[in-house]
């Protein structure tokens, strides 16, 4: 399951696409020079269970520390996996 990425230097999204069909989302903000807010998250009914809301976060997190930038999440799911994984709390706002 490839994650993919796109970003505008203003606004981006970490996504799953599958036969030219975004299946799982995640868009952000950027706030500055040095973080991002996640605000919404979704994934394809069809893929529900498996994971594919994690993989986003994660994306999220491995770009947050490549760049040095904070995540604020503001999207109750990636709140929750970010309060789930203490490992995350170096790129935590």
Same mark, same amino acid.
């Given at each position: 399951m490839k994650i993919q990425q796109?970003?505008? !230097?203003?606004?981006g999204e970490f996504f799953y696409e599958l036969d030219e069909k975004k $299946?799982?989302?995640?868009?952000?903000s950027h706030a500055g020079s040095d973080k991002i807010i996640i605000d919404h998250t !979704?994934?394809?009914m069809s893929l529900k269970?498996?994971?594919l809301?994690?993989? $986003?976060v994660?994306?999220?997190v491995n770009y947050a520390r490549e760049n040095n930038i904070k995540i604020m999440p503001l999207c109750p799911?990636?709140?929750a996996v970010?309060?789930?994984?203490?490992?995350?709390?170096?790129v935590r706002f």
């Open positions: 796109i970003d505008n !230097e203003k606004k $299946l799982g989302l995640m868009s952000y !979704e994934v394809d269970g498996q994971g809301g994690y993989k $986003l994660e994306a999220a799911f990636a709140n970010f309060k789930k994984r203490s490992e995350y709390n170096d």
